[in-house]
């Protein structure tokens, strides 16, 4: 899977479309997190630590999860000199993590989340600089952020996101299913940014990316957002 074969945005298609209006929505979803700041440091983009995985483990990846639809790399926190990898496809989410294995050799090993054929689906969702964040419902009362297992680093990133895209992500998870593993990341200016992440569980997988377009010092609740929010069935 050459680095020319995963697209900036999306040439795949999930095999169902969800429009952004067509989902049944419960009258006591959550409210938004509080958004932290997020912070810019000079760094490679993502096809440079894309460029730093082996051929034949992006080959493994493409097998496992079909087409690409939506990926990213990036330096790990753990390994400071070596990437990990994203990959959702239409046949599931593969997360690599940088290893050594017994006899000294940098390897890269494989989390994968297989979904439910045809069980992908997605949904447009966008914040105009204008629009006040509200609920699905139009309540003026507030409503608190639900308290799943993330850290407060991964909750201001969410925070970030349009209020939609915020409960598109988390609500499969607001019952008994929790959050196995999760990542985020993002690239860019404070006016100019993109960004990708997701939260896995047992039996869901949600995941989002777009873009952020926000003038100097405004609010980030302000902000312009058009973003993709994915969801499908595991099958385990």
Request: glycine share 8%; proline share 9%; aromatic share 8%.
């Amino acid at each position: 899977m050459a680095p020319d074969n995963l697209p900036e945005q999306s040439r795949g298609r999930p095999a169902a479309q969800r429009p952004a209006g067509g989902v049944e929505r419960a009258p006591d979803l959550p409210g938004a997190h509080e958004a932290a700041q997020l912070g810019f440091v000079p760094s490679p983009d993502r096809y440079h630590w894309w460029a730093e995985i082996h051929a034949d483990v992006k080959t493994h990846l493409e097998r496992k999860v079909g087409p690409p639809i939506e990926w990213w790399a990036d330096l790990h926190e753990r390994e400071r000199d070596r990437p990990y990898a994203v990959v959702l496809g239409p046949n599931g989410l593969a997360v690599t993590t940088p290893k050594v294995n017994n006899q000294g050799q940098r390897t890269q090993s494989v989390r994968f989340d297989p979904f439910v054929p045809s069980s992908l689906t997605h949904a447009v969702v966008q914040q105009q600089p204008t629009r006040k964040r509200r609920g699905f419902f139009n309540r003026d009362e507030p409503t608190a952020a639900p308290q799943l297992e993330l850290t407060q680093h991964m909750r201001g990133i969410l925070g970030n996101l349009p209020l939609e895209a915020q409960q598109r992500l988390q609500t499969p998870f607001l019952g008994t299913q929790v959050i196995q593993h999760y990542r985020s990341y993002y690239y860019g200016t404070d006016e100019e940014l993109d960004l990708w992440c997701y939260l896995a569980g047992d039996q869901t997988v949600t995941f989002a990316s777009g873009h952020r377009t926000m003038p100097n010092g405004a609010d980030p609740q302000q902000a312009s957002w058009r973003l993709t929010c994915y969801q499908a069935d595991v099958t385990r």
